[in-house]
């Protein structure tokens, strides 16, 4: 039945997935729905057939906003949603591009992502965990670091953006592990001394990944080397790499890891060998921050 509590919709559609808050009158959460049709299997007009199917029972009988970040603005999303051009601050609501809807209870504005013109760069959703971020540390002055398939570097400075970078560590381990010959060596464990030497080792001498890569087959083989071992080792050459060539960002600047996964756990371990000022903060959290902080634009502006 309709939820007459529910003043507005806060959503994070990704390309996987689809997570949702309703929210009330004080921005506080009365309730949280999740679905499994990201953008990666929707065709624009199935967008909003998938989010009525999440909270059509949630809605009020009346016009209620829905903000949205993420890939529901991509290109092969709902609506395409242009980037703003870093240096910039975050866009929030003023830059959103209104989803068309048949529902008239739907009033949908789909938040912008972010763009780099040289070195090219684009990023969709990250956007607003750095958002959500500066809602509560706005005078932040230093490096966010976004773990995932697809790492985000970002320097923020007097509430901008100034600059990002993406590495796509997190898709190489996940193709390394499991489509390469190095599958028949890489196990579900840890081991974090392991992790840290590999991660050293490839800072030391970033050009020597292809062979070290290798090794560890050949370990496994000619020394049965863990395959715990193996994991922990394909992880920290990797993050190792991509720490070599973000140097530039996190080297003399604090860096906050906006994560609070085994994920975010590796990257702090890394910088911290490294003698790195850093910090973790959880990202889910920021993500719903930033959600509020555009929806408290479109209040100021109504």
Known sequence: MPNNAVKWIAADWGTTHLRVWLMDGAD???GHRSS?????????DAFEPALLECIGEDLPDKETPVVV??????????????????PCKVPGVERATRAPTQDTRLKVYILPGLSQAK?????????????????????????????????????ISAEEVVSFRTYMTGELFSLLSKQS??????GDGWDEAAF?????????????????????????????QSPDVARARLSGLLIGLELAAAKPYWIGQEVVILGDDTLAQ?????????????????????????????????????
């Open 36 to 44: 499994s049709r990201g953008m990666g299997g929707l065709s624009p």
């Open 119 to 155: 070195p090219a760069d684009v990023m969709r959703g990250e956007e607003t965990q750095i958002g959500g971020f500066l809602a509560g540390e706005p005078k932040f002055d230093g490096v966010l670091c976004l773990p995932g398939t697809h790492c985000k570097w970002a320097h």
């Open 28 to 30: 506080q959460v009365i």
């Open 266 to 302: 590796a990257y702090e371990l890394g910088l911290k060998s490294q003698s790195a000022w850093c910090r973790r903060v959880p990202a889910e959290g920021a993500t719903l921050q930033g959600l509020k902080a555009a929806h408290a634009q479109l209040k100021a502006s109504s």
């Open 69 to 86: 970040c993420g890939m529901a603005g991509a290109r092969q999303g709902w609506t395409e949603a242009p980037y703003a051009a870093v």
């Open 181 to 186: 010959v190095l599958r028949f060596s890489i």
């Open 196 to 224: 840290e030497e590999a991660l050293t080792d490839t800072l030391s001498r970033p050009a020597g990944i292809g062979a070290d890569l290798f090794s560890l087959r050949a370990a496994q083989l000619l020394h049965d």
